[in-house]
Structures are given as C-alpha cells and as structure tokens.
C-alpha cells in the first residue's frame, strides 16, 4: 500500500518564503475582478442612520450585496464595531463568521483587512473612551501616549481589527477649524513626536497605523472644512510635513489621503505629493488609502474628474491603494476603465501589490490562518481606566490662578455652567457615544463618566445651576445660576464646546466658528457671574481654545481640559481640590483680543503688534504655558560647547530643583531663533521638549540633544541651504517665557533655513 505524499500549500500561503514571492505568485492567478476586490472597502452598516462621514447620505443607495462580492474577496471590512452599538462578544462572532465566508467564498482564500476608528481608543460600544488628541498634546508625554495607544491596539487585536485610522498629524493652523480638538495641537514638533510615540505604540501591538490627513487639511481657508488650501512649499514643508516625517520613521505602515486641494490640486488626485514625495523621497513603502469617499470627491466635490472611472483612474495613478470606506469608484468603474484602455493595468497591480504584501505581515495569507473569536470580553477594564485616567491628570492645564486655588476641602461651591453636569463634555466627536451613539439615543453610553458636578460633590458642597445651554437659553436660566451663588464661597463656571458632527455640535468635523468668541450666551453667562462678586474659577472643556481677554483679569482661576475622556471629571476634581499638582501645558495658544484672531504662534515677525495693523496676535496664553502649585526651581541652563555642527549634535543641560513637599512637574521647552529667517518665518519654534517629574527636595539634570538634519526640502527657490551662521536656543516654559537664551555657531559647509529639520537625536535620521 501506497501514501499519496500531502499536496504543498499554495506559494502564497506558504509563511517561510519571501513575501514578495508569495504576493507575486497569488498576483499572478488572479482575474481583473478579483484584484479590484482587494482595493476597496465594504460597510456593510452604511445605510444605518445617522451621518458620519461628509456626504454619507449621498452614498446611502450605495449599500453592497455582501453575499454576492465574497466571490471575488473584499479587501476590508470597515468599522464592523463602529457603525452601531453593537455588544461586543456578539460583534467578535459575528465578524469570525463573516471572515469565515469571505474566505470560503473567494478562490484564494483571502481575508478581508478590518480597520476602525481608534481618535480616542477604539471607537466601539463599551470600549474605554481616552482624552482626544488635543489633551495628547497637551501632556507633553511621549511614552505616556504610546503606553495609551499599546493598550488601544491590544484591545483592537483582540476583536480581529487590523487597522486603526490614527493619529491625526495636522498641526493645527486656524483655531476656528472644527477638527482643531482632533489636533494634538498647533507645533509640527509637539504633533511629530507625540503622534510619533501613538504609532509606535498601535504597531507595536500588531495594529497598523493609518497617518491622516496627508497633507494641508487643517490649512484651510478660513478655518472652514474642506475648503481649499493656500499654503505655499515652505509652510508646506516647515510646519505641516514634519510630522508625517517623523510618524513614518516610527513605523506607521498607512497613510491617508486629504480631502484638500492645495494651489488646486486636490491631495487625492496628486502624483507629486503621494507619490514623488511619499514613496520616492520618505521611502515609503505601505498602503495609502483615501479619505471616506475621498475618490468619489474628486467628481462630486473637485471637479476635477469627469466622472467616477475618471476618479477611479486618477487617484489610482497618483497612488491611493484603496478606496474607503466602501466600494464606489473603484468597483464597476475602475474595472470598465482598465478594460476600456482608460488606466493603465499596472497601476492596479502596483496597488495590489501593496495591499497584499501587508495582508502578508498580518499572517492573512498563511495556510493556518483562521479568525480568533474571544472567550469573553472587557472593552473597558480597570487598567485601561487608569491609564485613561492618568492622561487625563497630566493633560489638565491650570492657565491663570490669584491663589483662589487649590479650593479649600468642603468648600461651599456652585457648579454652573453647560458643561458642568453633563457627561458628554468630557469627550471629543470621535468618541463612540459621539461619533455613533449619539443616532442611539435610547442606547446607554456603554461605559461609565462623571460629570464635573459629581465629582466635584466627593470633596465639595456642591449646589448646581445650568445656566444656560452651549447655545441658546434665555434670561431666567442665567439669574437661576446667579442665584446659586448667593450662599457659595466661589463659583466653578464649567463652559465650552459640545462636541458633534457637521453641526451638530460647535466643535467636532464639520463643526467649524466664525470667530473665538464663547458660543452662544455662555460669555453673557460669565459676565454674570463675574458681577456677583464671588471668585470665580472657569472650567473651560472645549476642542479650541477661545478668546478670554475681557474677563481675565475678573478671573481668579482659568483651568483647561480638551475633553479628557471617561476620567476626564475626577482629573478635574483632583486639580480644584489641590489633590493632584496641575502639570499640562497648552497645546495650542490663547488669542490675547480679537476674537476672530485665528492665528498661533508660529506667525512671522511681521505677524507680531506692530503700527501697520490693528490687530494684536499677542498670546493670553502662550503655546507651552501652564502654571502649577508645586513650580520646581531653575537652577542651570548651559550648552555643552559653542559650536553646533551641521553634521553633529549640540547638546542642551537644564538642572531643575524640587523645593517642595509635595511631587513636581516641568515641561523643558527649547526653542530655536534664527535671526537669518527672521523676516519671512516664526520668530522661534519648538525643537524639542522634555516633560520632567521631581519628587520633593529632588534635583534632576536633563540633558537635551538636538540634531540638524540638512536632508531638508530644497524650496521652489532652491536657497533653502545658506552659509554657516549664528542661531540663539531659548529655553523656557512656553514660547513666550525663557529662563535662558543660549548662543550657538552652526559649523559646517552649508545649514539650513528655518525649522523643518532640527530634532532631537532618537527622531533625527
């Protein structure tokens, strides 16, 4: 008796060869149809109600057989968990199943690639909602954000997602623009290293990283979404690359599309940009996939295309892999594109090739490959609170305090305000209750946050008035607020956004202000708890920052939180009640007056206040600044030598003391001045930044090295590279404050100009 020997798996299922020959072997064998599949998304969920994602409704009679596509395979999945609540053992089984019959149903065997929202941790039914991205910045904490996002791709591994569409890396330009609180804020070094630090962390848990919105989103005209962009290639490469630069160093293995056009060209449909630049310059070599119906914009919206296979044809030639979030363009009109001679072939298979090599690093294409379905499942466990809770407490800004702070323990307090006893001012318009729920409203939010007014009620006497509501209300509500107040021995005035979408909220996508003016009565509100002649500490929860000059000096305390998450309201109570030391720094700057004044700091010297303009861009609260009860003592600042070689590093020493009981806290900022782009560029921006803890009577030294990297973007005048020249290090607490400014040579034959490449060495090249 003979044994027929065991067939040999497919090349391409085979986990031991090279992944280029496995891709290229499976490649070979496909039908025209069966590589478009792998090139778009489905959602399934898209006719669910409720709009979240520009234009959806437009897309609605879009909605796909999912039985009948599974015989040509489905690249991905979208938002399997974040489309409706959905309990989440029952959605773990029910995408198993699912993958289970796409696999059975195509030829090859191939999975689908699920990605979801993770803004604010994974955006699903009872997940852990952590602070929005702006609160991220606001921490000044690298290896605190990649701890967060480490935990956030574990939970996503966990339920079979595969892709994460995060971090935002728009640096912030307009503090009108809605998506501003989506921001980690408005410096390209604060956005590069701790957007660095959240890819780091998801791929690290086996996650890809998805980078959005490559590139100028946030430059909008006017601060107003999706609107074109009127950046010129210096601002383009000063401020807005950087941190793409640096998250792409860190291993994000995804980039996505803008919805923008810049000088005209939208981003989707730019070969220049996603490809001359993203993969012939930075080297990248992963998928980019566009922007919820980015392909079909270029129609719809651009016009640039003269219908949908034209769309199809030119965001495939300029490099978009995949078409999210569901199948459109480069379904039925790709297909007749390619056949027609419209688009060239090999440009489907350069995307294919893409798309499957990274389902190769998935283990997606491995012979043993099946879903994993989880026994049991706690989106929202006590660990994942507590490191939620900690971003929060390090996030929280004290901006302005006479003393009123910390609030004396059982302190008689009336908490007012719109925010104040409200659960949904503690998150951003990416969170799950948001983002989704807010469609459901007869389903509970699915985790658990306090509002301010009962946190504030385990260490305070709490009596607690409205007001008036983000927007709207009228009179008796605001004498109802005043009224509280007759028996209080200070007033907590908790205001801000309501986050939401396309305006259902004042802050959120689609969200956009006209001016930085409080909205609604909340600023008549203020005033008139001002005039009671009670101490009145403000409590703002907002996604911008917003114009506070006419009551500031009334103020005895300012405290900012960019909605800090389910935690967010016992971070609070920890900071008013003197538990917890504030230790956040402003991400983003606060307009002096004006409040329709839109810029931050990184304005030209011409920008400053000057005769030929009315307006004062002057800062109320600088980018970095952030005040504390514990302020550690600045003993030493000194460079290590003079001269700082092009080629080299120039090393920065600060010596910091704790003179008090209690632990302490310092963000180290270093900015750089260059007197030679004085003219035309910021004054000074950030190059690095340290956040240092000190236990009492502790004195630590931070040493700080700084790298100049003349790989730098030439410019369209190509003068980018100048002679050898004088720079000053100013080192301080914020852009406006400097405890020492530092006199350096930059040596060597040539250095740059301006600030696109002077890092630190762990993110230089």
Excluded at 217 to 245: Q, T
Aim: overall charge negative.
């Amino acid at each position: 008796m003979t044994t027929q020997p065991a067939a040999a798996p497919e090349p391409w299922r085979d986990p031991a060869a090279d992944p280029g020959e496995r891709v290229r072997a499976l490649m070979a064998r496909m039908t025209l149809r069966e590589k478009l599949a792998q090139l778009y998304g489905v959602w399934v969920g898209i006719d669910a109600g409720g709009e979240m994602a520009p234009h959806q409704h437009d897309f609605v009679d879009a909605a796909v057989d999912l039985d009948d596509l599974v015989r040509h395979g489905i690249g991905q999945l979208t938002r399997v968990f974040g489309t409706r609540p959905v309990d989440p053992l029952i959605g773990a089984h029910s995408l198993a199943r699912r993958q289970r019959q796409i696999v059975s149903s195509n030829r090859f065997g191939i999975p689908a690639l699920v990605h979801e929202e993770c803004l604010t941790g994974l955006a699903a039914w009872q997940a852990t909602i952590y602070p929005a991205p702006l609160s991220w910045g606001a921490t000044f904490d690298p290896d605190l954000v990649r701890r967060m996002a480490a935990r956030i791709g574990q939970t996503m591994r966990g339920l079979g997602v595969h892709q994460g569409l995060a971090p935002v890396l728009d640096v912030a330009r307009d503090l009108r623009w809605g998506r501003v609180e989506e921001t980690i804020g408005e410096d390209p070094y604060l956005v590069g290293t701790i957007g660095s630090a959240y890819v780091a962390g998801l791929e690290s848990a086996g996650v890809i990283s998805t980078l959005k919105h490559f590139v100028g989103y946030s430059a909008s005209r006017a601060g107003r979404n999706l609107a074109p962009v009127s950046a010129g290639p210096r601002e383009v490469a000063d401020v807005l690359l950087p941190p793409f630069e640096l998250a792409l160093r860190a291993g994000a293995r995804s980039v996505m599309s803008a919805y923008n056009d810049t000088d005209g060209v939208p981003a989707a449909a730019d070969t220049t940009l996603l490809t001359g630049l993203l993969r012939d310059t930075y080297g990248f070599t992963g998928t980019v996939v566009a922007d919820y119906f980015g392909v079909a914009f270029l129609h719809r919206l651009h016009g640039v295309a003269a219908d949908r296979a034209d769309a199809a044809g030119q965001a495939l030639t300029a490099g978009v892999d995949v078409e999210l979030p569901t199948m459109d363009c480069y379904g039925e009109p790709l297909l007749a594109a390619v056949e027609g001679g419209a688009v060239d072939a090999a440009a489907v298979d350069r995307a294919l090739e893409r798309v499957l090599r990274q389902k190769c690093e998935l283990g997606l294409l491995d012979a043993d490959w099946a879903p994993e379905v989880p026994e049991e499942v706690d989106l929202d466990d006590a660990a994942s609170r507590s490191l939620a809770r900690e971003v929060a407490e390090k996030s929280i800004v004290l901006a302005h305090n006479d003393g009123t702070l910390p609030l004396a323990p059982g302190a008689r307090v009336a908490v007012v305000g719109p925010r104040a006893d409200t659960a949904g001012a503690m998150l951003g318009c990416y969170s799950f209750p948001l983002h989704v729920g807010v469609h459901h409203p007869d389903v509970p939010f699915g985790v658990t946050v306090p509002t301010v007014a009962e946190a504030l009620r385990s260490s305070f006497d709490v009596t607690y008035a409205l007001g008036c509501p983000v927007v709207g209300g009228d009179d008796a509500g605001i004498e109802e607020a005043v009224a509280a107040c007759a028996d209080a021995s200070v007033c907590v005035a908790v205001l801000g956004d309501r986050a939401g979408l396309f305006g259902g909220g004042t802050s959120g996508e689609g969200c956009d202000a006209p001016d930085l003016r409080l909205p609604g009565r909340q600023e008549e509100l203020l005033e008139a708890l001002l005039a009671t002649g009670k101490p009145v500490v403000l409590v703002l929860l907002s996604g911008r920052p917003y114009e506070l000059s006419r009551q500031i000096d009334r103020l005895a305390a300012v405290i900012c939180g960019f909605y800090p998450g389910e935690e967010g309201a016992p971070a609070l109570e920890g900071v008013l009640s003197g538990r917890i030391d504030p230790s956040g720094r402003l991400p983003v700057s606060f307009p002096a007056a004006g409040a329709s004044q839109p810029s931050t700091y990184l304005a030209a010297p011409l920008g400053r206040r000057s005769e030929v303009s009315t307006v004062d861009p002057t800062a109320l609260f600088p980018f970095g600044h952030g005040l504390s009860y514990a302020p550690v003592t600045w003993v030493d600042v000194s460079a290590t030598g003079s001269l700082w070689p092009t080629d080299g590093v120039c090393r920065v020493r600060v010596t910091l003391r704790n003179d008090h009981s209690r632990p302490a806290s310092e963000v180290v900022q270093v900015y750089l001045h260059d007197p030679v782009a004085e003219v035309a560029r910021p004054e000074r921006q950030l190059i690095a930044a340290r956040r240092v803890s000190l236990e009492p009577g502790a004195t630590v030294v931070v040493d700080i090295g700084l790298h100049a990297d003349l790989t730098s973007y030439t410019g369209r005048d190509g003068r980018r590279l100048v002679d050898p020249g004088d720079v000053e290090l100013r080192v301080g607490t914020s852009s406006e404050q400097f405890v020492a400014t530092l006199h350096c040579t930059l040596t060597g034959s040539r250095r740059h100009v301006g600030f696109d490449r002077v890092l630190a060495p762990e993110f230089g090249s």
